[in-house]
């Protein structure tokens, strides 16, 4: 029968437990088993695997069932101990300290083997928690974002997977009800509970052994808040997902529950029936398709982008910017020249002056929705642009397409258009001429230094989330009624 290492190691193992109970000695064994003692010695370590014809003669010699001999845990607490040390020591963490593995003997006090082994533990934990760094972080954000555009942005299993949940709730046109949220998490054995001492790094907390989903009452007014954080909490056991091993990891099961609850906000059969209908009539806008389904401006946004390349043959260009210019989420499939680091990255990037999304903070009135056509190197597009603000402070959201896609949206008849020649400086990053001679030398500005420029990402099984204040939490709210 051939066996894992682990799991030959744990048969080994228990061979070893019944042969010392019984008193026998390897070469006492072999003998009756008519085999080498040093054969045995290797099945004990794990090093051979037993043939499934060897099973019954070996435990009939240790007095023994074959099924005591197949049991998946050790024998007892100090087997468990040698079992867990060589497993750590396989590990690569242990390959990185440099040293030569401990071998055990029985003469090993059993003390000694377990500080060896929590020791070991640690470090492996360490390892695995440790936090990423930002260039980590921005490198596999990047790799995420260009596989999505290689996608298209569409996830279509998730499509379905929404669709599905909604549909199993009685869903079929408008926006999903507060009351079709809460029957889709009743469906999978949860019911939401909204309480006022969250810990603040969590959006809300799922309780796996109670069946509960706990979120902030503080997102009840408006409903979007509320629906979405519910139904992201519904996807990581919808999608099957574990604790993520890397940063990597943890932001495609962002991305992942992010679309799941999208896709339940807007279901795909209905919002591209939505889409189809206005683009027919020319007269695609953001803004109607964010008020069709009840869900905010910048939802309605990417939400686009999943859709209209996939099922309408239109391909797209997002963007969110800060009040600063900078660049907090991107994505394009139309060839948008967005600006990035030497990493590829975009997040944090500050887009050109002359881009409609630079009209937060400019200054300037703001209307409901800005149109602009843009010459760019790669092009020219139209832009349509919303400005708004949070508590990280004013923002624009920014949905448009090349220039021959325009036809299919309102506001195409804007006469507002600028030419952008970025990342050439003498666009817009380099001073006029004038200026530069009156203030190179005369100037010291004071500049405002960001946390994060400095700082690793939090640690922690979840990136930044705090362990202690959800356990805390949760051991707090088990005996509170449901």
Known sequence: MQVDDDAARVLGARIRHHRTRAGLTLTALAATLDTAASTLSLIENGRRPVRAAELPALAGALGV????LLRPEAPDARSALELELHRLQAGPQYATLGVPPVRVSRSLPQDALQALVRTLQELDRRARESSATPEEARRANTELRLRMRARDN?????????????????????????????????????????????????RSITDLENGRIYLPPASIPGGHGLRSMALQAMAHRLLGHRPPATYAEFLEQRLEINYFAAACLMPRRQAVAFLTEAKAGRDLAVEDFRDAFGVTHESAAMRMTNLLTEHLGIRVHFLRVGEDGAIARAYENDGLPLPTDVTGAVEGQVVCRRWVARRTGDGSARPVEAHQYTDTTAGTYWSSTQTGSGADGDFSITFGVRFDDAKWFRGRETTRRQVSTCPDESCCRRPPAPLAARWAEGAWPSARMHTRVLAALPSGRFPGVDDTEVFAFLERHTHDPA
């Open 65 to 68: 069932d074959v099924l005591d």
């Open 154 to 202: 569409a996830l279509p299993e998730i499509d379905a997977l929404a669709e599905e949940s909604v549909a199993g709730v009685g869903h079929e046109v408008g926006a999903l009800t507060h009351r079709e949220v809460a029957r889709m998490a009743e469906r999978l054995g949860f019911s939401l509970l909204y309480v006022d001492d969250l810990p603040h790094s969590t």
